[in-house]
């Protein structure tokens, strides 16, 4: 079954929503790929989509607007 995902950018941490449902927070790609593990997401095959606050993670405590997308990007890597 596909899982639909959904990033947000928060005080420096992604947030994560997994088919609706609040997953949790994290502030390394480690971190953020062994949540997505612990919710069984296949990052090959889920449907992912970012808020606005993840293109825009500089207003909300990332050093850069790039940081945030840069963390997921890790992260998917790692959990691939």
């Known amino acids: 079954m ?3 995902v959904f ?10 929503e997994v088919d609706k449902r ?3 927070t ?4 480690q971190e953020l790929a062994r949540l997505l593990s612990q919710c069984n ?3 090959n095959t889920a449907t992912m989509y970012f808020s606005s606050s993840v293109d825009f993670a ?4 990332f050093a850069t607007d790039s ?3 840069a963390l997921i990007d890790s992260a998917l890597d790692l959990a691939a």
């Open 7 to 16: 990033f947000g950018a928060d005080e420096g941490q992604v947030s994560v």
């Open 58 to 61: 500089s207003e909300e405590g």
């Open 22 to 24: 609040w997953a949790g």
């Open 26 to 29: 994290a502030s390394t790609a």
């Open 67 to 69: 940081c945030a997308h």
């Open 41 to 43: 997401v296949d990052v």
């Open 2 to 4: 596909t899982k639909f």
